[in-house]
């Protein structure tokens, strides 16, 4: 006979390491609510290619935000390549840019996700739902 009593709930998701790569610190600042709002952590913010590094080597994150055109004209996808190779972190694509051509240049950098801007708190909460936190690589 079973206990009715018992309860069962899927197993609570840890929370993710993120870091968010944005230029536009009103857009970052959105960004950074919707991350804690799916119940992660926001572990930095970057604008630039050095900025981001500097976080990322000091913080390990699970996955980063990342614009595609970033301060002083800098390009996200240039960043993507360099975290996916040296740390490897895997990126979530923000931009208001991403036609067909640009995703599949994007895709040879193994991207979790592409997210449109303006960001749908839903998409970015599926988005972050794909990643696989670094404790479990």
């Known amino acids: 006979m079973q ?3 018992t309860i ?4 609570e998701r840890t929370p993710l390491n993120v870091l968010i790569v ?12 919707q991350v804690k709002a799916c ?3 926001v572990v930095g913010m970057a604008v630039d290619l050095e900025s ?7 913080c390990a994150p699970d996955v980063v935000l990342m614009d595609l055109r970033l301060k002083g004209g800098e390009r996200g996808e240039d960043l993507a390549r360099w975290l996916r190779s040296e740390m490897g972190v895997r990126c979530i694509f ?21 997210v449109g801007k303006p960001v749908l708190s839903t998409r970015l909460a599926e988005a972050l739902a794909q990643v696989v936190p670094a404790a479990k690589r």
């Not at 944005?22 to 609510?33: G, N, R, S, Y």
């Not at 923000?94 to 592409?114: I, K, M, Q, T, Y």
């Open 3 to 5: 206990n009715s009593d």
């Open 8 to 11: 069962t709930s899927a197993p």
């Open 22 to 33: 944005e230029d536009e610190m009103l857009i970052a600042f959105d960004l950074e609510l």
């Open 39 to 41: 119940g992660h952590c």
């Open 52 to 58: 981001c590094k500097k976080v990322a080597r000091a």
């Open 94 to 114: 923000v931009s208001g840019n991403l036609d067909e051509g640009r995703r599949a240049r994007l895709r040879a950098l193994d991207p979790v996700a592409f």
